[in-house]
């Protein structure tokens, strides 16, 4: 059953309920980026039958609607796009798997695919073959950086932009939902709502959820060839930007940990473990600066490290919650 408070801005003619895949899109601001996403989803190589769920997160705006129901009354897809009013990463990540699962009850495989990204023609088909051989809870992929600014390509080494692992498999995690598959069970399994409102402006909801559903002793596997494309605008390439980029891996990383540490104990030890961080990060700042002979580069490990500190008394980075549009 749908949720009351969303509603639906464009549907598809028809939505068929044994469709057994769907695609999620949360989308925030960015209409023409997002009609490259639909584009390349609808040029996707495969036969099986996939539906689109877009959720639009500017209930004021809407930029996204027009965009999403052009290609739904066109045919490209069957799907639907929902209007989520609660602004907020995780709230519109929310909105995007609970209107999959109810509008398709017997869908299976539940893809994610951010509205600033481009899916390789092979993806979907990679994606769900990997989940079916494997029996994998959970399938991730890698997300790499086409920049604006072609001068910059040199930070695709920078930590804030590697892809987690180099080569298909078995992994213990992975930390990002812009490029991945869940299966049905895992959300039956995990407290609702599935990504965590606290992390709402801070992000890293999609952390605190694989990490929830690792320790529940979910399956992982990593597909290196089921590749997305990030567009990077040339914005995220200033060391202001990387900064806080870092900042914000360290906030993340305490907050995810602190909600597992449920007693004064752990807590104690958790401070402990934040606070010894920050001269090991020197070391590996002193390792990647020889390696990659960038201090760019070389600062992040402990820029994360004092992101986590700062975490600890309540000092953090908000990216996602933005700022109202001057009427």
């Known amino acids: 059953m749908l949720n009351a408070s969303r509603a639906i801005a464009a549907a598809s003619n028809s939505l068929d309920p044994r469709i057994g895949i769907v695609v999620c899109i949360p989308s925030f601001r960015r209409p023409q980026h997002l009609r490259r996403t639909l584009e390349s989803l609808a040029n996707q190589r495969t036969d099986r039958r996939f539906a689109v769920v877009v959720v639009e997160n500017d209930a004021s705006a809407c930029g996204s609607v027009p965009v999403a129901a052009e290609f739904l009354q066109a045919g490209r897809f069957p799907g639907l796009c929902v209007v989520e009013p609660r602004q907020g990463n995780c709230h519109a990540i929310n909105a995007a798997f609970e209107t999959a699962l109810a509008t398709f009850p017997a869908a299976t495989h539940f893809l994610m695919i951010d509205d600033d990204e481009i899916a390789a023609t092979d ?3 990679l994606m769900v073959r990997a989940a079916e051989t494997t029996g994998a809870d959970v399938v991730g992929g890698p997300v790499l950086q086409h920049f604006d600014d072609d001068t910059k390509r040199g930070l695709q080494r920078h930590p804030a ?45 999609d952390v605190d959820f694989f990490t929830r559903g690792r320790r529940g002793g979910m399956k992982f596997h990593w597909v290196a060839e089921a590749v997305i494309i990030e567009t ?11 900064a806080l980029r870092g900042l914000r891996i360290g906030a993340i990383n305490y907050h995810v940990q602190r909600k597992a540490a449920r007693t004064p104990w752990l807590r104690v ?3 402990a473990k934040i606070l010894a961080l920050l001269p090991l990060s020197l070391l590996r ?19 994360v490290a004092a992101g986590g500190v700062l975490a600890a008394i309540g000092i953090e980075p908000q990216p996602y919650k933005a700022q109202k549009i001057a009427s």
């Open 232 to 242: 990077v605008p040339e914005v995220r390439t200033h060391p202001s930007w990387l």
């Open 285 to 303: 700042a002193v390792r990647l600066f020889l390696t990659e002979h960038k201090a760019l580069i070389a600062l992040h490990p402990m820029i």
């Open 269 to 271: 030890k958790l401070l």
């Open 123 to 125: 993806w979907l088909e």
């Open 161 to 205: 932009f590697l892809p987690a692992y180099q080569s298909s498999g078995p992994v213990p995690i992975i930390y990002g939902c812009g490029n991945c598959l869940i299966r049905r069970p895992v959300f039956e399994r995990l407290a609702s709502p599935a990504f965590d409102p606290r992390f709402n402006f801070l992000g890293g909801g």
